[in-house]
């Protein structure tokens, strides 16, 4: 089956439901087709106490479950499909996904990233159990407790300087004998190390988690240099080893800069606009810097007005 639309939106976290709920207010009557991962990552976060109005904190699945039925007042129905490709050079621009094809004048990705994990047993079950890949989201629930950052670049680097201020100890475990980080970032995590907040465990792998009746405890390692097998015991860890933008549809055909849109910025005084023109992206497939939800929802609004302020110009 073959739809047309002025606006499609491919994604259904805070971006591609923000961007949905102004493209309709604006009477653009766009078409939302969730991808593999509906909610985004906020799926996986157990408890959200950073959302602006949400006294007492929620959970993740509450906060995106409450977002779809907000679109869903202003858009009825949520395609659940999954995009495979787009001929950019049709016009509209051609949208194949797994169920049906899409006819486009303008499309809005919002897919996200994935962060990456270590893929060991047990991994889905203890994410945001114990488990996370943001201190930022995360990092509250481990007050003066001890907690561990995996990774050795300037992301957990400064992840594990911010859990310094919360937690009570933090472990940096990294599986070289020296970090990627830059070294100012570096000269602060020495700092902190001198002061007995940080350790770091050089040449250490992870070689499995620590588990009881379904809860995090801690994490098997092994220090790679003599061979040793050891238990951390710990509350949290987080994961810094980087994060995975959900574009391999687009075959490369938009410019990208490590995975993720890049987005022109001024081009025409449309921020959100990619390298062709009719094509915007917003969330985190577009952001490897601040990856909050609430950057991808402001960047979902603003990639859905210019949307239709390039609808406009192009009368259509």
């Keep these: 089956m073959s739809v047309y639309t002025k606006v499609l939106i491919i994604g259904t976290g805070p971006a591609g439901y923000t961007a949905a709920i102004y493209a309709a207010r604006a009477g653009l009557y766009p078409i939302i087709v ?4 509906v ?8 408890e959200v106490e950073n959302w602006p109005g949400e006294q007492g904190g929620t959970t993740g699945p509450e906060l995106m479950l409450r977002m779809d039925k907000h679109t869903k ?26 169920k049906n094809e899409y006819q486009a004048e303008s499309i809005i990705i919002a897919t996200g990233s994935t962060a990456r994990y270590l893929n060991l047993p047990d991994e889905n079950k203890l994410r945001g159990r114990g488990l996370s890949a943001c201190a ?26 911010y859990l310094s ?6 472990f940096l475990i990294h599986r070289r004998d020296q970090l990627r980080a830059e070294k100012i970032l570096q000269d ?43 238990d951390l015991p710990i509350s949290g860890c987080f ?41 915007f992206a917003a969330g985190d497939v577009a952001d490897n810097k601040y990856r909050q939800a609430i950057t991808s929802a402001g960047s979902g609004c603003m990639a859905a007005l210019d949307a239709e302020k390039w609808l406009q110009l192009n009368n259509i």
């Design 136 to 161: 930022t989201c995360d990092g509250f629930f481990f007050k003066r407790q001890d907690v561990a950052v995996i990774g050795g670049g300037n992301t957990a680097v400064e992840e594990a300087l």
């Design 165 to 170: 201020n919360i937690a009570r100890r933090v």
């Design 73 to 98: 007042e202003f858009v009825p129905e949520i395609t659940n499909d999954h995009i495979v490709s787009i001929d950019f050079d049709s016009k509209p621009f051609l949208v194949s996904g797994e």
């Design 39 to 46: 909610g985004g990552q906020l799926m996986n976060t157990v």
């Design 34 to 37: 969730s991808g593999l991962e």
């Design 188 to 230: 602060r995590l020495m700092a902190k190390v001198r002061e007995g907040k940080i350790d770091i465990l050089w040449n250490t792998e992870v070689k499995n988690y620590i588990e009881y009746q379904g809860a995090f405890k801690g994490l098997a390692l092994i220090n790679k240099a003599d061979d040793i097998l050891f």
């Design 239 to 279: 994961m810094a080893i980087g994060h995975t933008p959900n574009t391999e549809f687009l075959q490369n055909r938009l410019k990208l800069n490590g995975g993720y849109i890049i987005v022109n910025g001024k081009y025409q005084n449309f921020e959100t606009m990619t390298s062709i023109p009719g094509i």
